[in-house]
């Protein structure tokens, strides 16, 4: 039997639906929209792609955005000048660096510089600490919450359950941990990390009620490595040559023809994580204008 199909594109639409009403309601109180603005330092086509896709979902949801593209050769002092200014202008409710950045910029500091309360990415310490120790919920982080978002909006709670998560990284693998390990009626999880590091990663997952792979390497997750029914969340975005079809195309962490034999519910890729993290980057963005209005 084949798994139930999570529509990361259907659920992310509701979500974007939910905050452009929202934005509505900001206009109408406070007399202008909340506002974005995006760095991009560089060419990286992918990131290119993911900043246009921020941009336009700003525009659908009646966010204002502003695209600044810098030089590849960008020195950190112009960048840091940059969010220096970004975090002092008022009209300017989140700021991110698209990640990542050229060598020749040490990145850490670049994200340590923008304002927390700017920080619509969660990246920064404070905004990190502030999610470990859980008392506030405003700015969360993109790609976990999204996470779930979508296992809530999907009937499926973790509260309990044994979630293993494949990955350690600052973006996804750390926050994601944190996030459902809270004790919160949509985490409430007991949580294991595993890495690259992890001898036998296969003997956590098959212990695993639900999987979320974030580990960056092309359909790492195979078949024999997940429980019968278990619940598998793919965050990866790989960009591989397809022999068969003779051309590059997008796929997960996950050996997705594998995994739906064997899952009971699985993410898609695309299709699943990705326009979540985007639709919970404008929640963020009509969070910190929120907040900054208080
Ligand atoms: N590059 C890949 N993912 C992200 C993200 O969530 N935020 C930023 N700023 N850059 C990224």
Redesign the pocket.
């Known amino acids: 039997m084949s798994a139930f199909i999570i529509d990361g594109k259907a659920i992310a639409a509701k979500i974007n639906e939910e905050t452009r009403l929202e934005v509505e309601k900001f206009r109408a109180a406070h007399g202008r929209v909340p506002a974005l603005a995006?760095i991009l330092v560089g060419d990286d086509p992918?990131?290119q792609v993911?900043v246009r896709n921020k941009v336009t979902t700003c525009e659908k949801l009646g966010i204002a955005s502003k695209m600044i593209a810098l030089d590849a050769d960008t020195d950190e002092k112009t960048l840091l000048d940059k969010i220096a200014e970004l975090n002092a202008d008022d009209a300017v409710d989140g700021l991110?660096?698209?990640?990542?950045v050229p060598r020749q910029i040490d990145e850490y500091r670049v994200i340590q510089a923008i304002s927390p309360d700017k920080d619509v990415?969660c990246?920064s310490e404070v905004n990190v600490g502030k999610l470990l120790v859980g008392r506030e919920r405003g700015i969360m982080p993109?790609?976990p919450y999204g996470v779930l978002e979508l296992l809530r909006r999907s009937g499926i709670s973790c509260r309990g359950k044994h979630a293993v998560v494949i990955g350690r990284s600052n973006?996804v693998g750390k926050p994601m941990a944190a996030l459902l390990m809270q004790k919160l009626p949509e985490a409430d999880a007991t949580v294991t990390v595993v890495h690259s590091s992890t001898p036998d990663i296969a003997t956590y997952t098959r212990q695993a009620d639900i999987v979320i792979a974030a580990i960056g390497k092309p359909r790492f997750v195979k078949g024999d490595m997940l429980k019968k029914g278990a619940t598998v969340i793919d965050v990866g975005i790989n960009r591989i040559f397809d022999e068969k079809l003779q051309k590059n195309r997008l796929v997960g962490d996950v050996d997705f023809d594998e995994a739906v034999e064997v899952a009971g519910a699985i993410t898609p890729v695309p299709g699943g994580v990705g326009p979540m993290?985007i639709a919970m980057?404008m929640r963020n963005t009509l969070v910190a204008a929120n907040l900054r209005c208080k």
């Open positions: 995006v992918a990131s993911y991110l660096v698209q990640s990542p990415d990246f993109c790609t973006i993290t980057l």
